[in-house]
């Protein structure tokens, strides 16, 4: 529903297609953007005052239709990838004053799914299962200081654990396979899941 959502609402122009779109996915995933806003408005009138206004008045639009053009992610395309994950973030903080990292990735991840990767504190441990740090050949691109940090670790390590499956197994993921891994193994670590 979120995919069929984002796909035929994939501009920000109109406020309530923004709202219904921020509002649903941040609720799906307890990571509502009103939940951290700055107390200047009712939680009502944040989304059609502060949030609607200033994301259509951001660039999303240009980077959201620019990042469309790629076919693939590779060591040329991340870092415009994780630039764009930086301007919606610098965007939701300017509105609520908190760093929305996590709500962006799926934001994202929702309009591009192929080029996105979801982030939260879950994926994060899951994912230091199978890899423990960031491969060197990234060190370039964690320089940039239009990047979030977090974000970008887990967008590269992610990157490398789909590409030594695909060569170590022969098995395409999709980034939302490759998140269910991480969260079950996240589970499983946290003893949430048993075996039988």
Known sequence: ??????????????AEKIIAKFWIIGRSYAAAVERNKQERTSEGNFYINDLSPQIKKSKIDISLNELRKIRKINQESIPFILESHWHLTSTLNEITGHNSRSLCSKYLHFHLPELFFLFDSRAVNGLRSFISYVPKSFSNILKNKRIDGDY???YCKCYQLKKNIETNYKIKLTNRQLDSILIYEADLKSKKIRHF
């Not at 529903?1 to 109109?14: D, S, V």
């Open 152 to 154: 970008s670790k887990l």
């Open 1 to 14: 529903m979120l995919y069929n959502l984002c796909k035929k609402n994939f501009n920000h122009k109109e």
